[in-house]
């Protein structure tokens, strides 16, 4: 079983909607999480840290359950500069501060 | 700022080369790791490193090796070009935080694309 994984892609949704992803990880030591996004052959850039009281960045809204290790980003009103690939991310500061990639989610949103 | 710096960003060995791929960071960052990605397989970690002087293997070590002798600096050293490394590599760096998650993000190079033929 993959450390942590991530729903199947790709997602095609229209402008507007709304989408969510889900994430879950399997090492109960994972202290924090993030979301990345990557475009097409460019390096992954932080989209945003996950806190286990939730939280939100404009559209995106993130959440944390420790008890299930589960993870989720929810984005509202989806717009066409989203199309990209999120991943799901752990940090695990007993080993060294290593990132634990899930396999990325594809985001196609269509006019 | 510059950020995280990797040079180069393309290129092409031939099976048996050896080379080192650089990674700069004027981040003070104390982490720093090296991740490949291949088609399929999302960002495997090769080595990383807590501070100067310390590192250690990730998921995919075999056939590099790192050296951490400064802050700054995490080069990426193949020692004899496979095909099989073909792929692109990115290097990161992060602060080493106290696990709340804030500000303790990594922050990606801009990757280096390398194809061994």
């Known amino acids: 079983r993959k450390e942590v994984e991530q729903d199947p892609g790709p997602f095609n949704v229209p402008e507007g909607a709304t989408v969510a992803f889900n994430c879950t990880y399997s090492?109960?030591?994972?202290?924090?999480f993030f979301w990345y996004r990557q475009d097409c052959r460019k390096e992954p850039k932080l989209l945003m840290s996950?806190?286990?009281s939730g939280n939100e960045d404009g559209r995106f809204t993130a959440q944390l359950n420790r008890a299930s290790q589960y993870i989720s980003l929810l984005i509202r009103d989806s717009k066409l500069s989203d199309s990209a690939t999120y991943l799901c991310v752990v940090k695990n500061y007993n080993q060294g501060g290593k990132l634990i990639f899930g396999q990325g989610t594809e985001l196609s949103v269509k006019p | 700022n510059a950020g995280v710096t990797q040079t180069p960003k393309f290129q092409v060995l031939k099976t048996g080369q050896s080379m080192t791929l650089q990674c700069a960071q004027d981040m003070n960052h104390e982490y720093m790791s090296w991740y490949r990605q291949d088609p399929g397989m999302g960002l495997r970690l090769i080595h990383y490193s807590v501070g100067a002087g310390i590192t250690d293997q990730g998921e995919v070590p075999n056939g590099y090796n790192v050296s951490r002798s400064t802050t700054e600096d995490f080069p990426l050293r193949l020692l004899s070009a496979a095909p099989s490394q073909t792929s692109v590599y990115f290097c990161?760096?992060?602060?080493?935080?106290?696990?709340?998650?804030?500000?303790?993000?990594?922050?990606f190079g801009s990757g280096t694309r390398l194809t061994v033929v």
């Open positions: 996950v806190y286990s």
């Open positions: 090492n109960s030591a994972s202290q924090s």
């Open positions: 990161a760096s992060s602060y080493s935080g106290t696990g709340t998650g804030r500000g303790e993000g990594y922050t």
